[in-house]
């Protein structure tokens, strides 16, 4: 089965850094894209970042750009997010999430398709404090 784990969650004060890791088994990484996601009550879902398994094209939301980067080793494999400048409205669990990006030949979804995302690992929690 795929599978997915977080770790790397903590809590840190406003300005610092955090780097999240999901460690996945069972699949390649050149096949699916994998992204990180973040859920506070009472809110949505949110994508926060992707990246694509077939041309490591990544997608930040506009409110992590600059301040958060994904990335992954595929020897290991795993996906990273670093988190720089973390704010306190950063609060969330953090899950990481894959689907399989292959649309058809030579044509693969892009990373930011978010409802397609089938495969979730556990949360991490992030705590930033002001």
């Known amino acids: 089965d795929v599978q997915l784990q977080a770790s790397g969650g903590g809590l840190v004060q406003a300005g610092g850094s955090l780097r999240l890791s999901c460690a996945v088994s069972e699949f390649s990484l050149d096949d699916y894209a994998i992204a990180w996601f973040r859920r506070t009550p009472g809110k949505e879902r949110e994508g926060v970042a992707c990246i694509s398994g077939n041309d490591d094209s990544t997608y930040h939301t506009d409110s992590v750009k600059g301040r958060f980067t994904i990335s992954r080793d595929n020897a290991r494999p795993t996906v990273y997010l670093q988190m720089h400048s973390l704010k306190p409205e950063d609060t969330a669990a953090y899950y990481c999430?894959?689907?399989?990006?292959?649309?058809?030949?030579?044509?693969?979804?892009?990373?930011?398709?978010?409802?397609?995302?089938?495969?979730w690992g556990q949360g991490t929690q992030v705590t930033v404090s002001s």
């Open positions: 999430a894959g689907f399989r990006s292959l649309a058809g030949r030579n044509r693969y979804h892009y990373c930011n398709e978010f409802h397609r995302y089938n495969y």
